[in-house]
C-alpha cells in the first residue's frame, strides 16, 4: 500500500472562491486520481491525474472548473475554482501502487456557503 | 445502464453475526478486478478486500471474505463475527480497462449499522 495525505482536510468556503487541494504520495505512483463524493453519494471520478501533461477528465468535468497539476509522481493538486455550495463535497485522492488495487487519502470535507 | 449494482441501501446485524453484502456486476471484458471498501463516517475509503476475476479461489482477508460467482457476475462481502465498529458505508467497485488506462466503478453503497 502507500501513506497518502491531503491537505487541506477541510474548508469552508465562500462561493465565487477557489479551493486547491494537495495529495502527497510516500512513493512514486503512476496512476493517480481524483474523486468527488457529494452528501449521500457514491464516488465519482472527476480526471486521472497525468505526471508531466494534461489531467485526463470524465465526462461532465472541465479543466476551468477542476485544473489538476501533476508535476512528478508523487504529488498532484485539485482545485475547486468559482465555487458555488452544489461543490460541497468530500474530495478523493486515490493511487494504484502496483497490482489494480486502489488506495486513497484521508479525503477532504468541502463546504461551500 | 448501473455496471456495479448494489441493491441494500442498508442492513442490520447483530454483534457477532455474519453478514452478506451483495454486489453484482457487468462487464464485458475478460480481464477484470473486484473491490470492497469501507467508509466510516470519518470519510476515509478503506481498501478491504480485492478479488482477480482470474482468480479460482475466493479472496479472505481476515474476517473479510468475498463470495466470487463468476457466471452470476457477483462478488459479495462476507463479514463474519460482526463487531460495533464495522458499522459504517461499504462500496463495491469495479476496475476495467488495460493496464495503465484502468478505470474504477462504483456501487452505490450499503449502509451497515452493527448492533450491539
Given amino acids: 500500500s502507500a501513506v497518502i495525505s491531503q491537505k487541506p482536510s477541510r474548508d469552508i468556503c465562500q462561493r465565487g472562491t477557489s ?7 510516500d512513493s512514486q505512483v503512476t496512476m493517480m486520481f481524483w474523486y ?29 472548473k477542476f485544473p489538476i497539476s501533476r508535476p512528478n509522481l508523487t504529488f498532484s493538486t485539485l482545485t475547486v475554482s468559482n465555487m458555488s455550495p452544489e461543490d460541497s463535497s468530500i474530495y478523493l485522492c486515490s493511487v494504484v501502487v502496483s497490482g489494480e488495487t486502489q488506495y486513497f487519502g484521508p479525503g477532504t470535507r468541502l463546504l461551500v456557503l | 445502464a448501473q455496471k456495479i449494482t448494489q441493491t441494500q441501501p442498508g442492513m442490520f446485524v447483530q454483534e457477532k453475526e ?19 471498501y469501507k467508509q466510516p463516517s470519518s470519510g476515509e475509503m478503506i481498501f478491504l478486500i480485492y478479488q482477480g476475476s482470474y482468480d479460482e479461489q475466493n479472496a479472505t482477508e481476515g474476517r473479510y471474505s468475498l463470495n466470487f460467482q463468476k457466471a452470476r457476475k457477483s ?42
Fill in chain 2, 75 to 116: 462478488a459479495n462481502l462476507v463479514i463474519s463475527a460482526s463487531q460495533l465498529g464495522d458499522s459504517a458505508m461499504y462500496f463495491c467497485a469495479m476496475r476495467e480497462g488495460p493496464s495503465g488506462t484502468y478505470k474504477y466503478i462504483f456501487g452505490t453503497g450499503t449502509r451497515l449499522k452493527v448492533l450491539a
Fill in chain 1, 19 to 25: 479551493l486547491t487541494i494537495q495529495c502527497q504520495v
Fill in chain 2, 18 to 36: 455474519a453478514v452478506t453484502l451483495d454486489c453484482t456486476y457487468d462487464t464485458s471484458d475478460q480481464s477484470y478486478g473486484l473491490f470492497w
Fill in chain 1, 36 to 64: 468527488r463524493q457529494q452528501p449521500g453519494q457514491s464516488l465519482t471520478l472527476i480526471a486521472t491525474a497525468n505526471q508531466g501533461s494534461e489531467a485526463t477528465y470524465e465526462s461532465g468535468f472541465v479543466i476551468d
